[in-house]
């Protein structure tokens, strides 16, 4: 039994292609066949079109910043040895927002509109969280 | 068919907001609230043929409305349940009048209850959101608000400064509510910076504050409130708007669905940002209140930082706005947080401020605000 105790994902049959990859640590999104749009979070229509021919494709990684906050008092009781800590919000190259933490940067150095990439933090054996770091 | 002017507010309580949980159940503050407006309004029980609710944090359950009407036993013609988070109180006064208006009842009971305390089940979450943003500690409603603001601060430069002075006038306001849970001492812009940073940049006075509490009101026809003891305070305009759950979803973090929402109001009511004699928008958190302002138009969009360091918010400035202290300073009683404003908007207009009234108050807007702004009710109500 792992000691993780945070909130874990628990995927779907439609999400679980996305936590797969993770584990290999890769991103990917889906990609809507009938209009193009890139899709995030997993679904089972696309979010324009409604149209349900969707696939899975990897992405770059690479992000900008959106927005953030600095938690300086945790927002779960699982997370009080992390504050201070990074929820952020990451708009990828290919355009979708996905929710994450920012790491491997100190607090005071965050800044809308930085470059980040995609890092993975294996939580459990079976789960593997997409979190950002900077891009240098 | 249009509801302008179809039907009124004609009665009202509110519960003074207690800090700790109290020995009372939400069903026991609902019946409370529904007594004292029933009366309120000068009527009996058995006038009452219409029931909207909202569930109770604390006694969260399905099937609610009929919980709450066996609780009252009352029998209504037309009764459900505003699922619209902090949003729902203002739902209910425009969802009531189309149902007077549609001939599906005569006068509906409107209330909300609920008490701070830990609850037998807790309603669910979002399930996209407990796999997607739960991990990362996007929790409930204060990382939201805090990646709203900061983006805010990003795009239009808008201060902490400003966003304490929304908090600070409120106080004022609240010092004159008897009601209200921090009434006692006015503040001032460097004790909301100096208090505790929670999720920055928010702190700690620039969020709600949980508590026990609830309100209610009764909406009938505009010709039957002309018997009410009250000035019929009527719905000119309600707009509303939806369109995300998770805010990192939205379609945008800085312009929120106030905008479309408040632009309905506007147009039904034929009235305009400026006819306002005062507004009481949703105040969850400060940046909550300088989001909603710009978007119901009563400034550009990012000039809301500005525009509420130069103007008084406070009931005797002269921009009144929360009269009676917002919820940052009233408290949060579950749903019944977005209720004060609607009751507060009604106070005024039927000229019940005690020493906080408005003089002329004739028109104001009133906002309610569910979710990570994922909700947004505006109304325009008149006397």
């Known amino acids: ?136 | 068919m249009s509801i302008k002017g179809k039907a009124a507010i004609s009665g009202f309580a509110e519960m003074a907001p207690q800090k700790g949980a109290g020995d009372i159940t939400p069903l026991g503050i609902i019946a409370n609230m529904a007594r004292e407006a029933i009366a309120d309004a000068g009527l009996e029980k058995n006038d009452i043929d219409g029931l909207l609710t909202g569930w109770a944090l604390s006694d969260y359950s399905v099937l609610f409305p009929s919980v709450v009407a066996d609780y009252l036993q009352i029998q209504p013609k037309y009764f459900n349940q505003v699922e619209l988070g902090g949003a729902s109180a203002a739902g209910m006064v425009w969802r009531a009048a189309a149902a007077i208006a549609a001939g599906m009842c005569n006068t509906v009971l409107c209330v909300l209850g609920d008490r701070r305390a830990r609850a037998r089940q807790m309603p669910p979450f979002p399930s996209i959101e407990a796999e997607f943003d739960a991990p990362y500690g996007l929790i409930a409603a204060n990382p939201g608000y805090a990646l709203i603001a900061q983006r805010h601060k990003h795009e239009y430069g808008t201060t902490a400064e400003q966003m304490a002075k929304v908090a600070v006038d409120q106080r004022k306001s609240a010092c004159k509510n008897p009601s209200a849970l921090f009434g006692s001492k006015e503040i001032e812009i460097d004790d909301v910076l100096n208090s505790r940073m929670i999720v920055d940049p928010l702190h700690l006075l620039e969020i709600v504050s949980p508590c026990t509490g609830g309100g209610a009101f009764i909406v009938t026809s505009t010709e039957r409130a002309k018997d009410s003891p009250n000035k019929p305070v009527v719905l000119l305009g309600a707009g509303e708007a939806g369109g995300h759950s998770s805010i990192t979803h939205a379609r945008s973090l800085t312009t929120s669905l106030v905008k479309p929402a408040a632009e309905a109001a506007f147009r039904m009511s034929e009235a305009t940002p400026q006819d306002m004699d005062f507004v009481q928008p949703y105040d969850c958190y400060t940046i909550t209140v300088i989001v909603s302002l710009e978007d119901a138009g009563f400034c550009e969009k990012g000039e809301g930082g500005r525009f509420v360091e130069e103007h008084d918010l406070s009931y005797s400035g002269d921009f009144p706005c929360n009269t009676h202290g917002g919820q940052l300073s009233f408290g949060q009683p579950g749903l019944a947080g977005g209720m004060s404003h609607v009751i507060e908007g009604a106070r005024q207009l039927m000229g019940r401020g005690g020493e906080r009234q408005l003089k002329d108050a004739s028109i104001g807007y009133v906002n309610g605000n569910g979710g990570i702004m994922a909700e947004q009710c505006s109304l325009v109500l008149s006397v």
Not at chain 1, 8 to 14: A, F, K, T
Not at chain 1, 19 to 36: F, S, V
Not at chain 1, 46 to 65: A, E, M, N, R, Y
Request: charged share 15%; with cysteine; glycine share 6%.
């Open chain 1, 1 to 136: 039994m792992s000691d993780y105790t945070k909130p874990l994902p628990y995927p779907n049959g439609v999400s679980q292609p996305f936590w797969d990859a993770a584990k290999r640590h890769e991103l990917h999104i889906q990609h809507c066949n009938a209009c193009g749009t890139p899709i995030f979070y997993p679904r089972e229509a696309c979010s324009q079109c409604l149209s349900p021919d969707l696939i899975w494709i990897p992405v770059s990684g690479k992000g900008t910043l959106y927005s953030y906050t600095i938690a300086q008092a945790p927002t779960h009781p699982a997370f009080a040895e992390d504050v201070p800590y990074v929820i952020a919000i990451v708009e990828l190259e290919e355009g979708p927002r996905i929710t994450t933490n920012l790491v491997g940067c100190s607090p005071d150095q965050v800044t809308i509109g930085m470059p980040v990439m995609a890092s993975f933090e294996e939580v459990t054996p079976e789960v593997t969280l997409v979190k950002f770091r900077p891009d240098q």
